[in-house]
Structure formats: structure tokens, C-alpha cells
């Protein structure tokens, strides 16, 4: 997956493979932008299990990131990650357009995802992508002091 994107700045954006070369560049994006961040196994395990980690690129410094599982007619989508620095400028509207395109290639009929409910901002960007609520999954994420918080069961029919 090497397409070009031609964002507004000055520069150019592209997709390119997980490696283990970028996982550290990769990590400290990760770590800065949750508080209970994937850790390098989950990241080295994705890579093992040949799922789909793609990097967005420019001038060396990576944007964000995706990492989808495919299934039998679908893919669901594991991590999706803009980098702070590059928060609010579109980047994930490009990777959300990307993963779309991909799991079409690969014949899904349906993209899946679960998000914090809490996190109302990236249920705005996946609904104006055509995710629709389906469904909760109860604490199914970690939380502050040893909580748990729900998730958020989303859609989009490709």
C-alpha cells in the first residue's frame, strides 16, 4: 500500500509498512497519545500474525497508524493512532479512507471497530465515515485506578 497523499501543507504524506526499524518511533507515539497504550508485544504480535499495520509518512516523521485484522468478509480495525503533534488536520480521515479502500480489495462486505465511550471526538470522525453504533461491550477497556470502561461498537457496511 503505497499511495500518495497530497495534504494542504507543504509536504506530502505516504502510507508505508509497519516494520520493526520504525516500532520505537511508533512506541513513543503511542504511549504519548493514551494512557493505556498497546505495548511493543501487541505491536510485534500484529506484525507475526500478518495483519495490516500501515504507517502515514512525511519528511521521515510518522503521522499516525492503523493496524486491521482481516476476517472472513471483514476487517476490523485494532488501532488507529494520529500523532499528537498532528492532531486536528485531517490525518485521520486519510487512514479511515485508506483502510476503507484496502478492505475492500480484500473482498470485506464490513469494517468493524470498538472506541471509548468516552471518546466522543473519534465517534465523530468514524460516524462522518459512515460508522454506525451497533453495539456496547461492557468494561471492556482499562480505566484510571483500576476501573473499566465500555466501548463503543461501531460499523460501516463497504
Known sequence: MSAIVQPPHAF?????????????????I???????????????????????????????????YFVAMRGVDEVHLLNITVAPAFQRQGWAHVMLDALAVWARGQGAQWLWLEVRASNERARRIYEVHGYRR?????????????????????????
Not at 503511542?30 to 508485544?41: D, Q, V
Not at 456496547?136 to 460501516?156: F, I, N
Open 134 to 158: 451497533v453495539g456496547e461491550r461492557k468494561r471492556y477497556y482499562p480505566a484510571a485506578d483500576g476501573e473499566r470502561e465500555d466501548a463503543v461498537v461501531m460499523s460501516l457496511l463497504l
Open 12 to 28: 506530502e504524506a505516504a502510507f508505508e509498512p509497519l516494520t520493526p526499524a520504525r516500532l520505537d518511533a511508533l512506541l513513543a
Open 30 to 64: 503511542e504511549n504519548s497519545a493514551y494512557s493505556h497504550p498497546w505495548t511493543r508485544g501487541n505491536f510485534i504480535d500484529a506484525m507475526a500474525a500478518g495483519y495490516q499495520a500501515q504507517l502515514l509518512v512525511a519528511d521521515g516523521q510518522i503521522l499516525g
